[in-house]
């Protein structure tokens, strides 16, 4: 009965606290609740923007991605790496758009890919987004590589023009003014090297990927030639000043101003040749630039336009980078911070001053802190003024791998330049006019 009688009173101090314990919880989460509704960055839902990129941009990246992060608490930014060649990245995208589902809400895009990825349907029109005047305060050549049929799908981050690189030293030492002519570039090679001065004389990329199809593209310009014509899909690769193109390339190693080896070398493996000292000329993009003020060769070398061939013209090969927003993102608005958080002039003159890629916003050209540190931008705003585009079409990455074919048979000499022209003007030919319909 005792027992009976203490049970039930038990019972009732239990239930007792059990409803003290409830009316806690409860006021202590309706607590936190308001407390995070009232945090700054709880307020709104944090999202994860993801973008993929060239494994050493990617790296190149963190403190301008740190910074946004800072600004938007909101927005986890993802940086996820790729293998460096672009087409290695092309790739990567392309596979996962086609599966559907992409996990990337940004494209980083070489100006190539515009194109091919706008007509596939994969990118966000970003027309209107930013205002006629705003625009303008872009290089023109970067804005045009982002539009399609009208259409703007890519705003330029970066831009981006080859060039070529001389040690004006040994130059000078051998009473040379720098070559205009590809004649003249074999001539001064061939006596500095027999002088002993350098071990090569040219260095340029030749490896079967797409820097061989960039760097070509100059010695097309320069020789009066030209690959597809984006207008009429006319192909010029078979004709005479074509052929007379791959012939200069295939005696820059018959002459051996060029290493046999370069057939296999993309744009790092260059840099490093001539950083080490071992060639008086060099074909590259801009970045070389700050990368070889670190190196034997630093105070000793400047750039200038390409050679070209008699009463021709230079062509510096148009290349550069820019942000696109996938169409199948989940957060375009979110995406668009970030587009404009990286093209801002800030930002992009902190980028070129760490890293010496090129602006793609023209008022940075005459920014004291730059040309301090750059005192070849005048020089290079040259080059890129004489910016050839490699053809602006959808088929593009197909073309180019036709051309890196054959190019590449060419100047390890398993085939004449003459056949592998022919060949590859046939293949792009025929590329063009089974997809014209
Ligand atoms: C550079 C250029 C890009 C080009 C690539 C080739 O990154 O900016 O346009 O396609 O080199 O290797």
């Known amino acids: 009965m005792l027992f009976f009688g203490s049970s039930k009173k038990l019972k009732k101090t239990l239930q007792g606290i059990h409803a003290i314990f409830f009316w806690f919880i409860l006021g202590f989460c309706l607590a936190l609740l308001t ?68 996990p990337y809400d940004l494209v980083f895009m070489d100006i190539i890919w515009t194109p091919k990825f706008a007509a596939a349907g994969w990118l966000k029109d970003l027309s209107g987004y930013l205002s006629p005047a705003e625009l303008d305060q872009f290089l023109p050549g970067d804005v045009q590589g982002g539009m399609y049929q009208g259409k703007l799908y890519r705003i330029p981050f970066r831009s981006d023009a080859g060039m070529l690189y001389y040690r004006h030293d040994l130059l000078a030492q051998a009473g040379y003014e720098p070559p205009e002519t590809f004649a003249e570039l074999i001539t001064i090679s061939q006596d500095l090297q027999q002088q002993g001065l350098a071990e090569w004389g040219y260095v340029w990329q030749g490896k079967q990927y797409e820097g061989l199809s960039a760097m070509f593209v100059e010695i097309l310009q320069g020789s009066g030639a030209f690959w597809v014509d984006p207008q009429t899909l006319e192909v010029g690769l078979d004709r005479p000043e074509a052929i007379a193109a791959v012939k200069f390339l295939q005696n820059t190693l018959t002459t051996k101003i060029s290493p046999s080896g370069v057939t296999t070398y993309a744009e790092e493996e260059t840099r490093r040749l001539f ?16 990368l070889a003020l670190d190196s034997p060769i630093a105070g000793k070398y400047s750039i200038k336009p390409m050679v070209h061939g008699e009463n021709q013209s230079s062509g510096a090969c148009q290349g550069g980078w820019g942000i696109g927003i996938s169409a199948s993102s989940k957060h375009p608005e979110a995406a668009w911070k970030v ?99």
């Open 35 to 102: 407390l995070f509704l009232h945090l700054p960055g709880f307020s709104q839902q944090s999202v994860t923007i993801s973008i993929l990129m060239r494994g050493g941009e990617a790296q190149q990246w963190q403190p301008l991605v740190q910074e946004f992060e800072q600004e938007h608490p909101e927005i986890n930014l993802q940086v996820i790496e790729a293998p460096n060649d672009t087409n290695q990245v092309e790739d990567l995208y392309t596979a996962s758009f086609l599966l559907g589902n992409s």
């Open 339 to 437: 587009i404009q958080f990286f093209i801002k002039e800030e930002s992009q003159k902190k980028y070129a001053l760490a890293n010496g890629y090129v602006p793609s916003l023209k008022s940075l050209f005459n920014d004291s802190e730059i040309v301090a540190k750059y005192n070849h931008y005048p020089e290079l705003l040259k080059v890129l003024e004489n910016a050839a585009l490699r053809p602006p079409i959808p088929q593009y990455a197909q073309a180019s791998d036709i051309l890196q074919r054959y190019l590449s048979a060419a100047v390890t000499n398993t085939m004449s330049p003459e056949k592998a022209m022919e060949k590859a003007a046939a293949e792009t030919r025929r590329l063009l006019s089974v997809s014209d319909k």
């Open 275 to 290: 950083q080490n000292g071992k060639t008086v000329f060099l074909r590259n993009w801009p970045y070389v630039y700050s």
